[in-house]
């Protein structure tokens, strides 16, 4: 809670005369006419002191008034005041692979002050691979109900029927651009320019230059130096490090927005550190001698992102928008090459049911909003981000049933109660044909205690964080819940898998679009 303290000092001399110092301290910054109130001082002479009392009771009247509603982001704002919405996710960074959460080669100074003042959910899930993560972040749904099993062969659309965040916060007046990776369709109905987004920059497939049968794939010869890039339907040929040219377009977007002082969702969707694992010389560099080539080459990706963030926070004071943007660092499954150096105690990796497969760093900072700095154990997950960003924004609800729920209680007290749940993770990835059959198989459900996964193995995460004692037979009565829960959750989700059978074109769709307007690929004269 705001705390107000009052602190009364008289100087010693002329008695014609005092000096009285009224200091209050509010660390939730309120907003009030747009202006922040920090603290107030007060010379008062002999006969008017009087008015110098008048004057504090109202400074501390007024004071109050928005200490309330600041700490509570359901009461009513002033006009104007939507926050600006900025999430960055990068792509195969695991929890670990932070110095933030303990890594101790990797140097990441700009994500770790950040996380020191955001809000921090240290029980955080997404899906055990990126294209699942993604559906679920922007529908609020587990991935499966839109079509979402696999990352490739027409398995990663994301269903038409869909409904993503983009589409809601445009109903509360947003704009909103996706810079990097989309990875939910790569034939034009299911771009994200006609999924809600206004400004789109992004590469095809699941990483640049990748291609696969069927619909899913990029450009034709694309690197991550000097890119081609996808922007607003034509190709653009850049120049620089993909990460670079991502962070670079989406700094240019926001400033032509932020001057319009129109609400904006900025999505900066890395493909980075993904491999192949290509970053500029000077990051790996720093690594050299500290492991093998490609953890240093990973290392050296995720430095250059985190400088490509901390350049973009300082974007954000300079522009003096810092106070009422909303920022998300975040990441879009378990760890990849970093593994092997540090995962935070955990089982698993990327695609795998276990903690090391699902569980990333999520940080939350909106100064104007919630007081950072904090930790929050709840069970949380991606699911929950569209219903925060649309309970933020103050946008119309759309008629669906979510999977997630609001972040907003705990945002603003990390200690709120928080009704238990379940969450439900399944790698996916069958055979074609084989989804019926393929119930128990890379699968995990659980609560905010217990994890069931693959129907066999249970563990006790409050006093197994590495689930290493398989606890099944103790404990009967859990497992009798986890396994309700989880079938009735798959009788749910059977009917959804719409991409099972979907058959894809000769050609992707980046590729016949490159030709189309290059006049061939890369290199080929005509």
Same mark, same amino acid.
């Given at each position: 809670m705001p705390v107000v303290d009052g602190d009364t000092r008289v100087r010693q001399g002329d008695e014609a005369k005092c000096f009285r110092r009224v200091t209050f301290t509010v660390p939730t910054i309120m907003r009030s006419q747009g202006t922040i109130l920090r603290s107030a001082t007060f010379p008062c002479h002999g006969f008017v002191r009087f008015v110098h009392t008048a004057l504090e009771r109202l400074v501390l009247f007024f004071a109050l008034i928005p200490v309330s509603t600041a700490m509570g982001l359901s009461a009513e704002p002033a006009p104007n005041t939507a926050p600006n919405i900025v999430l960055v996710m990068t792509?195969?960074?695991?929890?670990?692979?932070?110095?933030?959460?303990?890594?101790?080669?990797?140097?990441?100074?700009?994500?770790?002050?950040?996380?020191?003042?955001?809000?921090?959910?240290?029980?955080?899930?997404?899906?055990?691979?990126?294209?699942?993560?993604?559906?679920?972040?922007?529908?609020?749904?587990?991935? $499966?109900?839109?079509? /979402?099993?696999?990352?490739?062969?027409? @398995?990663?659309?994301? =269903?038409?029927?869909? *409904?993503? &965040? #983009?589409?809601?916060?445009?109903?509360?007046?947003?704009?909103?651009?996706?810079?990097?990776?989309?990875?939910?369709?790569?034939?034009?109905?299911?771009?994200?320019?006609?999924?809600?987004?206004?400004?789109?920059?992004?590469?095809?497939?699941?990483?640049?230059?990748?291609?696969?049968?069927?619909?899913?794939?990029?450009?034709?010869?694309?690197?991550?130096?000097?890119?081609?890039?996808?922007?607003?339907?034509?190709?653009?040929?850049?120049?620089?490090?993909?990460?670079?040219?991502? $962070?670079?377009?989406? /700094?240019?977007?926001?400033?032509?927005? @932020?001057?319009?002082? =129109?609400?904006?969702? *900025?999505? &900066? #969707?890395?493909?980075?550190?993904?491999?192949?694992?290509?970053?500029?010389?000077?990051?790996?560099?720093?690594?050299?001698?500290?492991?093998?080539?490609?953890?240093?080459?990973?290392?050296?990706?995720i430095e250059n992102i985190d400088d490509n963030f901390g350049r973009l926070l300082a974007k954000l004071d300079e522009w003096k928008i810092a106070d009422n943007t909303l920022v998300i660092f975040m990441t879009d499954n378990g760890g990849t090459v970093g593994t092997k150096i540090f995962n935070a105690g955990m089982r698993g990796s990327k695609a795998s049911p276990y903690e090391g497969g699902t569980r990333v760093p999520s940080f939350w900072r909106w100064p104007s909003s919630f007081q950072g700095g904090r930790d929050c154990a709840a069970l949380t997950a991606h699911l929950d981000i569209f219903p925060t960003l649309a309970e933020i924004a103050r946008a119309k609800s759309p008629k669906i049933t979510l999977d997630g729920r609001s972040l907003v209680p705990v945002l603003k007290n990390p200690e709120a109660s928080w009704p238990d749940r379940f969450l439900f993770a399944h790698v996916g990835r069958w055979e074609k044909g084989n989804a019926e059959n393929s119930k128990f198989a890379n699968c995990s459900?659980?609560?905010?205690?217990?994890?069931?996964?693959?129907?066999?193995?249970?563990?006790?995460?409050?006093?197994?964080?590495?689930?290493?004692?398989?606890?099944?037979?103790?404990?009967?009565?859990?497992?009798?819940?986890?396994?309700?829960?989880?079938?009735?959750?798959?009788k749910e989700i059977l009917p959804a898998l719409e991409n099972e059978n979907a058959v894809g074109p000769n050609e992707n769709s980046f590729r016949t679009a490159y030709r189309k307007q290059f006049g061939g690929d890369p290199g080929v004269k005509n």
């Open positions: 792509d195969d960074q695991g929890y670990g692979d932070l110095g933030f959460t303990g890594n101790p080669i990797l140097k990441t100074p700009h994500i770790d002050a950040f996380a020191r003042q955001s809000v921090r959910f240290s029980n955080f899930h997404v899906s055990p691979t990126c294209a699942p993560t993604r559906a679920a972040l922007m529908t609020g749904r587990h991935e $499966f109900r839109s079509g /979402v099993t696999h990352t490739i062969f027409e @398995r990663e659309r994301l =269903s038409l029927k869909a *409904t993503t &965040i #983009a589409q809601v916060l445009k109903s509360a007046g947003y704009t909103s651009g996706i810079f990097g990776k989309w990875h939910l369709g790569d034939e034009d109905p299911y771009q994200p320019g006609r999924r809600g987004f206004d400004e789109v920059f992004i590469h095809g497939a699941g990483g640049i230059g990748q291609s696969y049968a069927g619909s899913c794939g990029d450009a034709p010869g694309n690197s991550y130096f000097n890119p081609v890039i996808r922007h607003n339907g034509k190709f653009e040929k850049t120049t620089g490090y993909c990460t670079d040219v991502f $962070f670079d377009q989406a /700094v240019r977007w926001m400033d032509g927005k @932020r001057k319009k002082k =129109s609400p904006f969702f *900025t999505y &900066i #969707a890395l493909n980075a550190p993904h491999a192949p694992l290509h970053c500029p010389e000077e990051y790996s560099k720093r690594y050299a001698g500290k492991g093998d080539t490609n953890v240093v080459r990973f290392f050296g990706m459900v659980r609560n905010p205690r217990f994890q069931l996964v693959n129907n066999q193995e249970l563990y006790d995460l409050k006093t197994d964080p590495g689930e290493t004692q398989n606890v099944l037979a103790e404990h009967p009565e859990v497992v009798e819940k986890l396994r309700a829960a989880y079938d009735q959750w798959w």
